[in-house]
């Protein structure tokens, strides 16, 4: 005991706002443990079944919003590389050579008869998101002073509504 009448633990416990969980015993402060405290330490299967019943309802509302979304990012990143990607590999390609290279298998490997070839100009090849080659054509049916580049889409086959190009239709 001190001046004001109470031990070190017991003025320590007063700065401390966890006194309700101790009594003061025979031998001091101890931890009260009893049924009632415990009881309060988890969960009920009440809020977990509460909770797995949110997360469920959340999950429908979500799915259906996200299942389309997969076929339009294929189509995104096939735009993105016939729109600017590849063009990028293939211009490079004709400032250092001087023409469009004739199949796209040139952007990575030196052709042998090329002149100021700086490549790679891609480091793999090109595929389309569903697995296919970029159909390439130098020159070009459809775009005359260059080249025509497109993928066949999801069905693989030319002509189709998914066909992704890189003309105007």
Do not use: C
């Not at 004001?4 to 101790?22: A, C, I, R």
């Amino acid at each position: 005991m001190n001046k004001n009448g109470f031990t070190p633990l017991e003025k320590k416990m007063q700065n401390v706002d966890v006194m309700q969980g101790f009594w003061h015993g025979r031998s001091g402060w101890t931890l009260r443990t009893t049924r009632t405290r415990r009881s309060l330490a988890g969960f009920t299967l009440i809020e977990i079944m509460l909770v797995v019943i949110i997360l469920g309802v959340l999950a429908a509302m979500v799915v259906p919003r996200l299942s389309g979304r997969s076929e339009e990012a294929r189509k995104s990143i096939a735009k993105t590389d016939i729109e600017s990607n590849i063009p990028l590999a293939l211009d490079l390609y004709e400032v250092d050579t001087g023409s469009f290279p004739e199949t796209l298998d040139d952007l990575r490997e030196e052709p042998a008869d090329a002149q100021n070839w700086k490549g790679p100009y891609l480091k793999k090849k090109p595929v389309d998101p569903w697995g296919r080659a970029y159909v390439y054509q130098s020159p070009g049916e459809h775009n005359t002073g260059s080249f025509d580049l497109y993928s066949l889409g999801k069905d693989g086959v030319e002509g189709g509504d998914d066909d992704i190009v890189n003309w105007d239709e």
